[in-house]
Structure formats: structure tokens, C-alpha cells
């Protein structure tokens, strides 16, 4: 029954969404539009717009920073959506039965998650310092070797992927609970009867079932990944050797130091075309039809 | 919310916005003063503490001597840099009349913006000038187009500082003075404190984070030291003496691959806490180490090693600062005399005592007003001695980016050692030519 | 035996990730030159560190700032957000289908393509260095708009059709009918968008130079990145612990609304 006669329907619909298109329009069209334009201008803010067509994205085909800012993303994804998922998996699996004080761990593990990355980062710092830092401290303690975590090109971008983990893992523990809290129990109890064992019973039910939750944080993860900033910018300043350089550090760099708006923007917008391909790519290869 | 109206209006000023206020006419009508009327200057000086209470003496003694022109003193907007904070003001037409905390590398770009006054075209500038500062360093701070937008006010050399208490432990008696010198000296500070098979001190230590400033202090300053006085530009060209760079670079390469500089970032003062023996730095660190330095710590300063085979008067970096006067401005004439005035003689005597920072000034050293600083003050001596051999960064555009260019050869050929400091110094120079071309 | 391991997962879970922040509270008061050692505890407990953070940089007020910022931004985005979710979720109205692909659409572009034109845009309308160019862009939130849409899909109709009947207008219901109804989902997006806001680092330190207005997160970035510390650890990790406090504060506060709505709206996104 529809008490609400179409005609003031509408009216009441358009006022209460009209603030929020207004300010969409404002800050979010506007600025995509004139990102489209920038790219095809240099600029430096202090002197006016010069138009230089496609130089911008001719000079982004020749600048290998740029395309190390991807692998470095790359490599990023690659070590830290696998750990995620494992680090957090297991944890939910463990947090997913009758054990006493479940709130509690619950609580501590997100609590990296809701801290920003400003006081993950001064931390880690110390943390990760090569001589001076406290698991290396203990490493030599226990009679191990130092690790170069921040001062080695291999070691770097590896050692943010660790710290990211860390900081998020509480988030996608939660996740994987609601995700598993979610399969129905009879489903195992049908494999129970037919006799399956643990092994089987994770493969065959839990893993497919936890697929949609899978998707959720490879796609947070990757959006993440992508959004790396704050961490390269205080841990390395992007070296060694650019190996911690992210997309949003060059772009930082270029826009605000070196005052290259237009290079920016371009920059910012094949990014953007990079995660959108990556997004969708993952969507296509990691999604499965859950019934 | 916006009326539909105003937004279209809005959004299609909105690029000219700024173009508008960017091509705004730089110099607004001089106001006409009367008899008996006060002109108010704004003055920006610099954030920290020392240069704070300068100023604040400075404009007292102003404001007694002249009460006809009453200058008021704040601090620059304290904030990232105190270049974006003044370009954002040129944009915004929110400059003070003056400021002395000018890096003279931000000047092209203030040029550009039409934001500064052309100092050259007050009668007494030559004579004032001559007087104060030697003809070739002056002549290092003259705008491309020939006229003069900032006066040299003060330099902080860059020199290198040592612990004496070290240096004896290691028994170095001598203290070193060429590349070969800091080398053999450099082996004997590294040591392993307590035997655990991982050196505990080492001789120096610079940050290896390819940020773009980091670089001033170590391979720009080595190297207008071992050019003898060179910088990266002449007359607006690419002019690096690339036999120097290769020589700066392969000093850095030797001290990493002997690990003599530890690999690492300390997030606390190595050189405090007895971790390492030198440091490159300033007169400013005279100060700080004074309030801050524990008990018994002794130091000074002697000047940066130079390549063996170096003869001649040490040069080294000075990192300038220096004072403009604003386009923007209303009372030219009177922030002249007030900017002469912050440069006498005997502003530059407050200058040394409240700051221990070097005036940018002849003589310093045999003029008898500053005999007494120097008598209570022995360690700004060396500074003073070297003030006007330094050099600074050339006023080009896009310097920020060059530096960082050169901070990355850094961090491939000397920390990393990925190829030769010729590789090294070939590759800078490619694309310090490729920025200066893309940006010009 | 299956439990004994489970535990000691759970608790080594909790020393890595809790560890580290009892690390740094147990440094921030240790002497400086203790702060390398091992031992965690201080020989003595010193305020020092504390006190460089509250004499080298004005942290009090770049706390004010972003509670000024961040609790406005976040009343916006529920307030503006909740009436366009409204609208969404129980009006008829044309267009509304493109306006929530819409709204979908805003949230896959991601920042980095705009930061720059916006960067102009707020320099255009002369509100860098003021709280205005953090607050007014991120006044809307679509995300807030997406959980609160979902809340309010769940609710009965007949509940709407009734205070209709009773002559309330729509700006009534949704405010008196509607949001104490949806308190779980409000909690939820208002802790995501505060969160949000609050650690947020890369859009102040591009809008904000002068320390007068920087945010929290930012000042301590800065003091960390730049010399503030005069060269110590201890008042870095002081700064850092002092961003970390009210944030850890209002999540344990509203930990329990929070996971558990998470929980159930997360997998839908």
C-alpha cells in the first residue's frame, strides 16, 4: 500500500538527495573534469596553464620511475594479499569456536586497525631500524643475523608488506568470522555423515563458501595497496634505490615538490586506469559463482 | 547550497581564478605619505627561537631610532616549508613589506610569480652592496635578466664537526684534511665496542633516504669544495665539473663500502650519543649542541676534506638566507632603509651574538666591532674564516628536481654501489640537462 | 590438546599485535638513551619526552583541530547522508536507480585522480590553511550513504505508512521514526567516517601549511619526518602514542556495536 502519492514523492526525494548530488557535482565532477583537462596542461600553479597536448603521457612512457612505482605496487600485492589472507584465516578459524575470552582477542587484534598509519609507521621505524632497532636487537640477542629490513632494495618494499599485514589483519579477521559464522552448519553435518575428514571439509565447503568474503579483501587489500603513501614517505622517503616509491609518493613528489601539476594528474589518472584493470581482473580469475 | 546560477559562474572562473590572481599587476600604487604620518611595515622573519628573539631586538632598536617607520615582526607561518608558505602568500597576495628567511633557491620561482621588488633599482644599492659583500659572491645572486632581487643577509657554512674525545681515543692527532687524510682517520673510528662482530661507532653518518635536501650537506658541498668554488650552472647552463662529482661520488662509494657511515636511520642524534665521530654541519649546531649535549662532550669544527691532489682556499656550501622586499608592497623606499638597516654592521653584530650564524659581510674577522664575539665565541671562528668562500645553490628553476636527480646517483653509486661514480656522474648531469630543458 | 594449541595461537596472536603499542607507551616514558635496550620497563619513569612534544610543537590545538574537522565532517556525512540514503531506500522518485550508480560509481575512483584538481579547487576558493579545505570537501560520504541505505531498506513499511497517516512530513519520519530505528547501522558508518577523517594524513599536509590549522595525524608526521625532536626517539614515540590514545579510546567505547555490525554489513560491500 502506497501511501505516498507519486507526485510528492518525488519532491521529497529530489530535496533529500539534492545536498548530497550538489556537493557530488561540486567536489567530485567538477574535479574529474578538470583532471581530464589538466592532463593535457602543464602547470605550476604560480604561473597560468600551458597546453601541451600528449606531452605529458610521452614523457610518462620514457620515465622509469614511473613504471617502478607499479612494479614496486606489484610486488607490494604480491607478498601482502597471500599473507593477509593466511595470517587472517587462521586467526578466525581459531576465534571461531567456543573458546573463553574470544571478545577479548577480537578486540586486541583490531586495535592496529583503527590507529593510524602516521603511528604504525613512527613505530615500525624503530622497530625495523637496522642497527639500532628492536627486532633486530633481539635477533642479535638470540645470536641471529641483522636484517637490513629498510636499507636494502630487497628488503624494503617486503618489510612494508609486513607492516601493512600487521596493521590490517584484525579487520580481515573479522571478516572471515562473519564469513564463516555464515556457511551453514548443515553443510558440514551432510559431509560429517559421509565421512569426510577436516582436510576435506575445508577444502571442498569452507573455502568455496568463504569465497565472497575472499573477493572482499583481496579488493580492499589491493585498493590498499595502491593507496600506499604515508608508510614509504616516512620509512625510506622511496629508496633504496625506489624500491619503496609508490604511485601516490611519485605523484606527491612530482605535484608537491617539484610543482608539476599537469605530470601529476596524468600520473594520477593512469594509476587510477592501472587499479581499475587490476580490479576488475581479479574480480573475473578469484570470484566463483557461491549458490 | 549553491543557486545553479552561481555555480556556473563560479566554475567557470574557477581556472581563471588563479591565472587572474598570478597576472595580477605586482605593484600596487605607492601611498603617498604626508608629514607626520607612521608607515607600518609587516616583517617575516624566521620560525626557530634564536632568529625569533633577533628579529624581536632588531625591530625594537628600528622602532626606537624610527618612529616615523614602525615595523612589525611574526614569525613566518610555521608549516612544512617556508617556501610553499611564501609562494602560497605570493598567490594569495598575503606578503608581508619584507622577509630575511629567503632560500635562494625559491627566488627564480618567486621571479616568475612577479612577487618580488627589483632591489638593484634603488640608487644606493651598488654602493651599499660593494661594501658588504664581495663583488664575485654578489655577483652569484643577480637575477638572469640582470637586476638584483635579494640581498645576501647571512650563510651558514657547512663544515665538518668532530669529537675531540673520539678522535683522541682513536689517536688521530692530526686532523684530516684530504680524502686519503679522513679515509685512514675514518678506519680508526669505526670500532667494535663490545665484541659482539658488529661495529658499535662509526666516523659519520648521513641520511640515505634519496630526499632531495639531504644532499646539500654531503655531496654538494664536497663538491663545490673539490671544484674550487663551482656550482652545477653558469650563466643559466648545465655546467658541472664532472671530474670533481666523480671524485665526490667515489669518496662516498669508498666510506659506504668500508661501512665507515653506518646503513641505517637513526631517529635519534648519532652524534650525541657518541655513535659517531663527525658530522657535516653548520654554526647552528653550536647552539643546539650547547643546550643539548651531555656533560664533558667536546667538539669543533675544521674544514671538509677535499680530493688529494687539491690545491687552493677551501670552499665549501653555505646555505644562504637571505631578504626581499615584496612586490606587494606599498612603501618601497621605507622597507629599503628598514632592509638596510638589517644589514649595518652593527645588525650584523646582533646577528653573531643572538645567533651565531654568519653575516654575509667582509671582514668579519678584522673588523675590531666583532673582535669581542670572536674572543668569547672561538668556535664560530672557523665558520667566519670560510664564510665567503661558500656558495650556494644557483637560482635556477626546478632545483629542487636537480637535487633530487642528484640524490639518486647518490644513493645508486655510493650507498648501493650499483655502478661507477663516471656512471654516476654521467647519469646526473643526463638528466639534470633533461629537467632544465622540460622545464624551461 | 587441540585447545592448548588454539590458546597459545590466540595469545601470540595478542603479543604481535598489541606488543608493539605496550612497547611504545613503556618507551615514550623511559629515559632517552634507554629507549634501544631490550628491557622494556623504564629504569625510571620520566615525563621528558611528553614534555618536548607539548613545548616544541602546539599538539593540544592540532587535537582541537581535528575534533573540529572530524566530528563535523562525520555529523555531515550522517546527517546528509541518512536523508540521501532515505531518499534511496523508501521514496519513488525518477532517477533514483542512476543516482545510487552513482554514488557506487564515486566510490571506484580512486583519490589519486582527484587530489590534484581538488587541491585546486579548495586553493581557488582561498580555503587552504583553514579547516573549511578539510571539512567541505569530504562533507559527504559515500560510503555512510551505502550502510545506512542498507539499514534503512530493512525497515517495515507499514512503520513509514503510519506516521504518514499521522501527518508526519518525510524531514519528521526520518529523523524520529527512522534513525532510532537504525542506530546500529548510524554507529557503524559514523565510527567508519570519524575513523576515516581522523587518520587521515595526505589531504592535510597538501592544504595545510601553516601549523596554526594542522590536523592531529599531520603535526605529528611532520614532527616525526622533519627535526621537531631535536634529534630523540622518546618524544616521537610520545607524539605518535598521544595521536593514538583517543582514537584507541572511542574504539574500545564503541568496540561491541561496531565489530558486530561490521560483521554483518561487511561482506555485502
Redesign the interface.
Known sequence: ????S?KS??R???L?????????L???G??????V??VFNRW??????EFVGLKNFG?MIHDDLFFRAILNTGLFLVIHIPLQIIVAL??AE??N?K?K?R?F????????V??????VT??????F??????IN??L??LGGE?V?W??S?QWAMPSIALMAT?KN??LYV??F???L??IPASLYEVSDIEGAGTWRKWWHITLPMLN??VV?VVLLST?GG??L??EP??????????STLS??LY???Q?????H?GY??AL??C??LI??GVVLLQRRFVETDVY | MMAAHRRNILLALQGACVLLIASCDPAPPVEVMGEGDVVHLTYWCAQNPQERALATQLVETWNAANPDVQVQVQPLPAGQSSEEVLIAAIVAGTTPDLSSNIWPGIISDFIRADGVYPLSSFPDFDSLMMSRVPADLLARFRAPDGIYYQIPWKTNPIMLLYNQQLFREAGIEQLPRTYSEFMAAAARLTRDLDGDGHMDQWAGYRRTHPIWHERRFDYYALYIGASGGKTLFDEGQVRIDTAASTKVFSFFRDVYAHHYFPLTTFQTSPILSGKVATEFTGPWQIGWLDENAPPGFEYGFTPLPVPDDYEGPAYTFGDYKNIVIFSNTRHPEEAWRFAKFLVSREADLQLLETTKQIPVRQGLLTDSLYAGFFARNPKVRPFAEVALYTRGEDGVSSLQEILDAIAQQFEAAAVYRVYSPEEATRRALARIRLIHEWNS | MKKIFAYSALVLGTVVFAYPFVWMLMASFKPELEIGALNPLPSRWTWDSFALVFTAIPIGRAFLNSVLVTVTVTASALIFGSMAAYALAKLQWRGRDVVFNLILFTMMVPFLVMLIPLYTLVVGFGWTDSPAGLIVPFMMNATAVLILRQSFVTIPQDILDAARIDGCGEGRILFSVVWPLSVPALVTAGIIVFIGNWNEVLWPLVVIRSEHWMTMPQMVTLFAVGGGAEGKLGPQLAAALLLGVPVIGAYLFFQRHFISSLASTGLKG
Open positions: 500500500m502506497e501511501l505516498l507519486p514523492g518525488n521529497a526525494g529530489y533529500f538527495v539534492a545536498p548530497y548530488l550538489l556537493h557530488l561540486l567536489f567530485f567538477y574535479p574529474l573534469l578538470f583532471a583537462v589538466l605550476d600553479i604560480v604561473t597560468p596553464m614523457r587462521f586467526f581459531l576465534l569456536s573458546l575470552g571478545t582477542f577480537r578486540t586486541v587484534y583490531f586495535l592496529p583503527v590507529v593510524s598509519g602516521v603511528v613512527i613505530l615500525f621505524q624503530q622497530l631500524a637496522f642497527d639500532t632497532g628492536f636487537n633481539v642479535s640477542a641483522r637490513p629498510l636499507v632494495p600487521w589483519a584484525g573479522i571478516l568470522l562473519a564469513g559464522q555464515n565472497p568474503t572482499t585498493i595502491f593507496s603513501f604515508i614517505y616516512v620509512l625510506t622517503g622511496g629508496g633504496p634505490l625506489n604511485g601516490l605523484i606527491y613528489n605535484a608537491f615538490y617539484f610543482n601539476m601529476a594528474a594520477g589518472l594509476f587510477a587499479i581499475l
